[in-house]
């Protein structure tokens, strides 16, 4: 895996809190990052969390100001999770969600918008590539290649807390986040088999070798289904979804999303040299 190249953080005004609504009616918590020149703006991202995970995280946070050099930065809370309205149905119904986000980016006259997501909200992003479309890029971090796996501890111990009562009540009073109590009715499109609908949208899957989720067979079998242009980077050392993205790590996500998305990234990015810059 090369290295993608670096690019500048922008500073950044305060985020401008939003309420987004989804096609089946859920009220989102969400906000918008605005880059260093927001009026002229074309492109944007829309970031996806883990399960529990929320926008005010600092690692989410951290993301955000990371991708700037991209364009503008939508964040917002899953349904069932912390101020946004509705139950979790853990990675199904949430579909609405990155697609209430993207449209209301669109709404809002950005051309160029691209999805990245972290675990969780990795299987959304390539479920929503894959099935809705329309994206300029999708980035997935961290994210598991099909439904129900119960391979790693961690895993088994996820599935405890979404399927007992007990383990609802502690992750709807402890962690502030609502979780269907049934079954999906039919189980929908896994991201294995959304990643080969993808393209011709670019995708990247990252993953690190110590995430103790979802083992590499996960990233390689999303990477193996999806189309050119896909790429895939293992990650040395790194553990799972945001609290595992150091800055650098999402600076380079940057870089990829800033050479794979049209019109993105800053006109001091765009006029380096060719050679300037290192291709990922």
């Known amino acids: 895996m090369s290295d993608a190249a670096y690019v500048s953080t922008p500073r950044s005004a305060r985020p401008e809190p939003l309420r987004l609504t989804t096609s089946d009616g859920v009220a989102l918590?969400?906000?918008?990052?605005r880059g260093r020149r927001p009026e002229t703006a074309t492109s944007a991202v829309v970031v996806a969390n883990g399960f529990t995970g929320t926008r005010h995280s600092p690692a989410t946070r951290m993301v955000a100001s990371a991708l700037l050099p991209v364009g503008d930065v939508?964040?917002?809370d899953f349904?069932?999770?912390h101020a946004s309205g509705g139950v979790c149905t853990v990675g199904n119904a949430e579909i609405h969600d990155v697609t209430a986000a993207v449209d209301h980016l669109?709404?809002?006259?950005?051309?160029?918008?691209?999805t990245v997501g972290f675990s969780m909200g990795a299987?959304?992003?390539?479920?929503?590539?894959g099935i809705v479309g329309g994206v300029a890029a999708a980035v997935s971090v961290s994210g598991p290649s099909r439904w129900y796996y119960r391979g790693t501890r961690r895993m088994r111990l996820l599935h405890a807390g979404v399927e007992k009562p007990a383990g609802r009540w502690f992750l709807r009073t402890l962690r502030g986040v609502r979780v269907i109590d049934q079954h999906w009715e039919a189980m929908p499109l896994d991201p294995t088999e959304a990643a080969s609908a993808i393209a011709p949208a670019p995708l990247l899957v990252v993953h690190g070798d110590a995430d103790d989720y979802f083992p590499l067979e996960h990233p390689r079998r999303i990477h193996g289904a999806a189309h050119d242009p896909a790429q895939l980077w293992i990650e040395p050392g790194m553990g799972h979804a945001e609290r595992a993205m150091t800055r650098q790590r999402a600076q380079r996500v940057a870089g990829w999303l800033v050479r794979n998305m049209p019109d993105a990234g800053s006109r001091e990015e765009q006029r380096r040299p060719h050679w300037?810059?290192?291709e990922g």
């Open 74 to 76: 939508l964040t917002f």
């Open 106 to 114: 669109r709404a809002r006259g950005y051309t160029s918008v691209a």
């Open 29 to 33: 918590d969400a906000s918008l990052l």
């Open 276 to 278: 300037a810059r290192k």
């Open 79 to 81: 349904r069932g999770h």
């Open 123 to 129: 299987a959304v992003v390539v479920r929503h590539a």
